[in-house]
């Protein structure tokens, strides 16, 4: 295909005629970046969460819908990962809609990551300092505040995400592995392997308390297993080999989390039973206790701790990217579309979007700030099948190249489809209001996009990328 | 205990030092550089250069 050329007609002057790019963001990222940043966002749901689906439909419940969740974010890893490694920029999901589907939906979809990201960062910032008041307590310390240490985690977060990318996903490196080698630990301290095991599934597993429709409201949690995956799409523009990185980062990430939620099923519904797991606060912490060992203890608070802080990292990284998307297209203002000449990052998105995560992790309920967030992630799971499916009749395989091409199109899409629209019934049977509430809230953003933003949008110059025309245009 | 109290301090004054320092380094650099340099990223620069998506 020899047929490059803009994929929009009009004003491609004004694009080449801006200034050299010689302060975009830096390209120093690699493939475990990615995985430590698509693994840091959730493995915190590991450690806190996913419990809440044993409460609605019992052990054997969260584990179907483990798998179930574990299904539906296979296909979006497959999915992500060849239009990513092919829409190599700044705003993940974002921009693939811009450039495949129209400006209104990647106008949605990049408010669906914003607030999808920064609700998440805010609700791990309330569980840190839930967990300080934690040991605190646990050290005959009562009634500690724990605003300044909320405060202090978003803030640091986000002085290190200023300071640059390469400190920032390194530092998420670090504290993921050994957020994920302390399940791993638990794991093999506790399994017969090594002499007397406490595990008790044979005195502690029950059949469905609820029946199967325990199984379909067991579906809401089961999410927590893996959600905020597709966050690795967000370091495209910052990777050394975007379409090698981002399938290798994203696909080894999902296997990953596949072990660490089937690991901490398993340890979790043999040391408790399932009425009180359903409701504990931190239960892999809770599993630890419940072993007998200190060490075991400690190692994984301290794992919970460093879960919640690689979360929250992760998700000012994404949300500022996308943010930072936003603005370098005009959908927002263009201000939010600078990067510091210094430490190449999107410095005036990450500090405006610092008082909005410390508003909601400060005078929110904890429940109500993380439904937004899985709410606005469903949205946007629902997009990826529709845009798949455009990508490949717009630029079938022979047309462009891909850094990954995923396999038995378009069936992943549909079994996405498909499992977003059981667990929206699931969402609506326990959070039928947000949920209605939400989608009034972007159908009102919508016509304001539509009737008043999208006038000061360049159409031409926001597609600079060297595209073959779609097919069919 | 007396170190959480003085932890609840150390966390405040901390934060307020991070603060201080991204709002102080962020008008520092707005001023020092024109915006035309600050906002000139685009999008797949580096793709334009080095990948051309031909087969």
């Not at chain 1, 054997?60 to 296909?75: M, P, T, V």
């Not at chain 1, 994984?300 to 370098?328: H, K, P, V, Y």
């Not at chain 1, 629902?382 to 190249?401: A, Q, S």
Request: proline share 5%; charged share 10%; with cysteine.
């Amino acid at each position: 295909m020899s047929d490059i050329t803009r994929n929009t007609p009009g004003t491609a002057e004004a694009s080449e005629a801006a200034p050299t790019q010689n302060g975009g963001l830096l390209r120093v990222l690699g493939p475990a970046h990615i995985w430590a940043l698509g693994v840091g966002i959730v493995l915190v749901g590991e450690y806190m969460g996913w419990n809440f689906a044993v409460g609605k439909g019992g052990a054997y419940a969260a584990l179907i819908a483990c798998w179930f969740a574990g299904i539906l974010y296979s296909c979006v890893a497959m999915i992500d990962s060849e239009v990513t490694s092919t829409v190599a920029a700044a705003g993940g999901q974002y921009t693939q809609a811009k450039h495949i589907i129209g400006p209104l939906m990647a106008f949605n979809v990049g408010l669906y990551l914003v607030f999808a990201y920064t609700m998440l960062e805010a609700a791990n910032a309330i569980t840190v300092g839930f967990l300080v008041e934690t040991v605190a307590g646990m050290t005959g310390h009562e009634g500690l505040n724990p605003q300044p240490f909320i405060v202090l985690a978003i803030m640091f977060l986000a002085w290190l995400n200023y300071r640059g990318v390469l400190a920032t996903l390194t530092f998420n490196l670090v504290i993921t592995a050994f957020a994920f080698t302390a399940i791993l630990i638990l794991f093999l301290a506790t399994s017969p392997l090594f002499g007397e095991s406490p595990l008790k599934h044979a005195e502690l597993m029950t059949d469905l308390p609820y029946g199967w429709l325990g199984v379909l409201a067991a579906m809401h949690f089961g999410l927590w297993f893996y959600l905020g995956i597709e966050g690795t799409c967000q370091a495209a523009e910052e990777v050394r080999s975007p379409s090698r990185s981002l399938p290798f980062g994203t696909l080894a990430g999902v296997m990953t989390l596949a072990i660490a939620a089937t690991l901490t099923w398993y340890l979790c519904v043999g040391l408790m039973p399932w009425e009180y797991l359903g409701q504990s606060g931190a239960p892999l912490f809770d599993a630890a206790r419940m072993s007998g060992s200190t060490a075991l203890t400690v190692l994984l608070g301290i794992g919970t701790l460093f879960a919640t802080l690689a979360s929250a990292n992760g998700c000012i990284n994404d949300a500022s990217r996308a943010w930072f998307a936003m603005g370098r297209d005009h959908y927002l203002p263009s201000w939010f579309g600078a990067v510091h000449p210094v430490y190449r990052t999107p410095y005036r998105s990450i500090i405006f979007l610092v008082p909005i995560a410390l508003i909601f992790a400060l005078g929110a309920p904890l429940d109500q700030v993380i439904t937004f967030s899985i709410l606005s992630g469903l949205l946007e799971y629902t997009f990826m099948p529709l845009n798949v499916i455009m990508f490949r009749r717009k630029w079938p395989l022979d047309t462009i190249k891909r850094g990954y091409e995923h396999p038995f199109h378009p069936i992943p899409a549909i079994v996405l489809l498909c499992l977003c629209g059981i667990t929206f019934f699931a969402v609506f049977l326990g959070y039928g209001t947000q949920l209605v509430a939400m989608i009034a809230f972007y159908i009102v953003v919508s016509l304001w996009f539509h009737f008043r933003r999208y006038r000061f949008v360049q159409r031409a110059a926001q597609f600079t990328m060297p595209w073959p025309k779609p097919q069919g245009y | 205990m007396q170190i959480w109290d003085f932890a609840e301090y150390a966390a405040w004054a901390l934060s307020a030092l991070l603060g201080i320092y991204i709002v102080t380094d962020w008008l520092k650099t707005d001023s020092r550089y024109s915006e035309e340099e600050l906002t000139s990223s685009r999008e797949g620069q580096l793709e334009a250069i080095t990948e051309q998506h031909e087969l």
